[in-house]
């Protein structure tokens, strides 16, 4: 069993940052692939970004060069440190945790956080 609490998340101007926080508990998080998602009223679920055990990341090509994605295995938590915010990129960001490296499917992790509210006004 994983647990996972997003943190960080808030109301910023365009062009503004924000750095999001994932805090695992549980069996080994260390081990685990880590992803980030975001959802917009009325629109699916999207891929943000992805981290393996080992640290490769996977980012979308939406926020390329905007957002990174990193880990501290030693605090058992994920983080996204999101630069440049665009309105575009208000949502609930969630954090889950899977086997496959750089899975950009929801179906492809079986742990959720709860989510956390990013909103960029313009």
């Known amino acids: 069993q994983v647990q996972l609490v997003e943190s960080g998340g808030g109301l910023v101007q365009a062009g503004g940052s924000l750095r999001l926080s994932c805090a695992a508990s549980?069996?080994?998080?260390?081990?685990?692939?880590v992803g980030w998602f975001r959802q917009a009223p009325g629109k699916e679920r999207e891929f943000v970004a992805a981290?393996?055990?080992?640290?490769?990341?996977y980012p979308a090509d939406s926020v390329k060069g905007r957002f990174t994605i990193s880990r501290d295995n030693a605090k058992n938590t994920v983080y996204l440190q999101m630069n440049s915010l665009k309105p575009e990129d208000t949502a609930v960001y969630y954090c889950a945790s899977g086997w496959v490296a750089g899975g950009s499917s929801p179906h492809q992790y079986d742990y959720w956080g709860q989510g956390t509210q990013v909103t960029v006004s313009s």
């Open positions: 549980g069996r080994t998080f260390s081990s685990a692939a």
């Open positions: 981290i393996s055990r080992l640290g490769t990341t």
